[in-house]
């Protein structure tokens, strides 16, 4: 097997291990989070996890996800989406965790929400979630690796 190869099957196996796809849309001002309703509560496990560290106590403190790494989680001072980074106190990343699984609850196949001035009036960014079936591959999702995997055939 070539390294394209080896690169390509690495990140669709991290995708399938991370359990949804997320990409940030600069043009739209998004963050884009696609998944099985397993799959993006799997974001929330994230967000509970990096409000659970310790380490992740005092502002700026930030973690990176994801098998491009371009999503962070960051403590800080006020609730904020932008660009780069979802940003808030413990609290605010629980409140954020806490609405996204409500909003989970009910949701079906093909279903699409957004979380916005609900987390901060102060948004750069919103939050859009893509409900898809269980079962779901994140890795499907990721246009730029599928055309790598075509191009490497």
Not at 118 to 138: H, Q, R, T
């Amino acid at each position: 097997m070539n390294k394209a190869l080896n690169i390509n099957q690495s990140t669709t196996d991290e995708w399938r291990k991370f359990g949804f796809y997320y990409d940030h849309d600069d043009k739209n001002g998004c963050w884009r989070f696609v998944g099985s309703v397993s799959g993006l509560l799997k974001f929330c496990d994230i967000l509970d996890a990096f409000v659970a560290d310790p380490d992740n106590k005092n502002i700026s403190e930030h973690q990176a996800y994801g098998p491009y790494q371009y999503l962070q989680i960051e403590t800080w001072d006020e609730p904020l989406v932008d660009c780069m980074t979802i940003k808030g106190s413990a609290e605010d990343l629980t409140k954020l965790s806490n609405m996204i699984r409500e909003k989970l609850k009910t949701a079906a196949v093909s279903d699409q929400f957004t979380i916005n001035e609900e987390y901060s009036a102060k948004n750069d960014y919103i939050l859009i979630f893509e409900v898809k079936e269980e079962g779901f591959d994140p890795a499907s999702a990721d246009s730029m690796l599928q055309d790598q995997i075509k191009k490497a055939k």
